[in-house]
């Protein structure tokens, strides 16, 4: 491939004209060309993408399909203000949701990205309830807009200086066994997240005054954190015990991801109300928030709009997305593929002690680096030291975790064995280096 100087050039601009608090991001690729699994540079290079965008392009960038029935509705029309017009896409991304979501999920509200999913999420469970609580976990995130950043908590820095957050937001540990201070164990994870959950309610809010409990089913931001089996399960039985709304942020983990469509049906709960958003339209900009058409008919007219919301050339990608991952036996390639990375990387553990652990479910998968011979002393440092030599070596991985300390493996649900096997052994090649330095 040549290299595209102009290009490469114009990088040289970028702290003047994008904002520092984006522009500090890592690591900056200049992409000509974006396919499947790669990434193509300016610089004449070709990287693995294990980051899928954070979690948007699922099944694989551009893909063909999806190209195609973006740009059919792209020549019908680009954009409705849904409300004063309505277009079919978006009709017909409806019913595809429908049937591949938990029941009773049938309802929709659409925005843009996963902030307003969010937002959408926590307006209705406020306007549905009369109640104004919000329970959150900490280490979670949820989106950069104000009301999405007041229940966000994974770092101090996402909410450093914009103090005053929406009122109302109470958080409580999530059940993360690797870090819990009653012991390393799920259960003992699960006793200490319920423990103050119940603490809670006694010193701080009575139940009767919570609208809805927010929850990631698997922490993504927070650093892959896959939580004990019952746990959400344990929140279904809190939630109907109060009255209390269960929103599951499926915005990370839904779309494959985890290995089944929603991480809900991998652990077999049903929430009242849903956030989905990134893989639901292979990188057009589209977002919802989703309920049963029986909570969702509460929300009085004119009580939430969008202008751009529900985007027809967004709902058309959408709708193909979704296609792509049944045609294509998405699913079980992500199941597959899944547990021959976790192999891999827990084999990866098992050789650097640099590894605190290897963790993941479906695709979601992540490592823990840690100062060797401490007490899980977290370790950025290598974390970050390991994505450049694996960027180095061709391979796109992110960081996660609130000390920055986990690095997270996103890679499209049509990875391939020797994908799998090629990104296992550039890790190995870069820990090693890791661990031979002084
Ligand atoms: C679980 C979760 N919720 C919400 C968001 C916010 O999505 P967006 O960046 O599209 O606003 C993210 C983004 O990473 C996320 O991971």
């Keep these: ?127 549905v309830s009369r109640r104004p609580g919000i329970i959150a976990f900490e280490g979670g995130f949820h989106g950069r807009s104000y009301g999405a950043a ?6 101090s820095k996402y909410r450093d200086h914009y103090e005053p957050f929406v009122p109302g937001v109470y958080f409580v540990p999530y059940p993360y066994a690797y870090r819990c201070p009653l012991g390393n164990t799920p259960d003992a994870a699960l006793d200490w997240t319920l423990m103050s959950l119940r603490r809670l309610f006694q010193h701080q809010i009575p139940p009767s005054q919570v609208a809805a409990v927010l929850v990631e089913p698997v922490q993504g931001e927070g650093g892959y954190i896959v939580p004990p089996r019952d746990f959400l399960q344990a929140l279904r039985r809190i939630c109907d015990e109060y009255g209390i709304y269960l929103i599951l942020d499926e915005v990370q983990c839904g779309f494959g991801r985890t290995g089944e469509m929603f991480a809900a049906q991998v652990f077999g709960v049903q929430p009242d109300i849903m956030s989905i958003a990134k ?35 967004a709902c058309a990608a959408g709708l193909a997305t979704l296609q792509v991952i049944a045609e294509e036996n998405l699913l079980e390639n992500a199941r597959r593929m899944g547990k021959r990375f976790l192999a891999g990387l827990q084999s990866l553990q098992a ?31 290598a974390a970050m030291d390991l994505l450049n030599l694996c960027l180095e070596r061709g391979l796109l991985a992110y960081m996660a975790g609130t000390f920055g300390q986990v690095v997270r493996f996103i890679p499209p649900l049509i990875v391939t064995a020797e994908q799998v096997d090629q990104a296992l052994n550039i890790l190995d090649e870069a820990l090693s280096i890791i661990s031979h330095r002084p």
């Design 351 to 381: 050789q650097y002690p640099s590894i605190g652990e290897a963790r993941g479910l479906g695709l979601m998968l992540a490592i823990e680096m840690i100062v060797p011979g401490s007490d899980k002393e977290p370790d950025p440092r």
């Design 150 to 155: 007041s229940v966000t908590s994974v770092k």
């Design 1 to 127: 491939m040549q290299t595209d100087q102009q290009f490469l050039d114009m990088m040289k601009q970028l702290p003047d004209v994008l904002a520092p608090s984006l522009a500090e991001d890592w690591p900056e690729l200049p992409v000509v060309k974006a396919q499947g699994a790669y990434l193509y540079t300016a610089d004449g290079r070709r990287y693995l993408d294990f980051t899928s965008g954070i979690g948007v392009t699922n099944v694989g960038h551009c893909h063909p399909r999806v190209l195609e029935a973006a740009s059919r509705q792209m020549h019908e029309m680009v954009h409705s203000a849904v409300g004063v017009t309505i277009h079919k896409s978006l009709l017909e991304l409806c019913e595809a949701l429908t049937a591949v979501l938990p029941p009773k999920m049938d309802m929709f509200f659409f925005g843009n990205s996963g902030a307003e999913a969010v937002e959408g999420a926590i307006k209705l469970a406020r306007y």
């Design 279 to 313: 893989g639901i339209a292979s990188g057009f900009p589209l977002g919802a928030t989703v309920a049963s058409r029986e909570l969702m008919r509460r929300w009085k007219a004119g009580s939430h709009g969008t202008t751009f919301g529900g985007n027809p050339v």
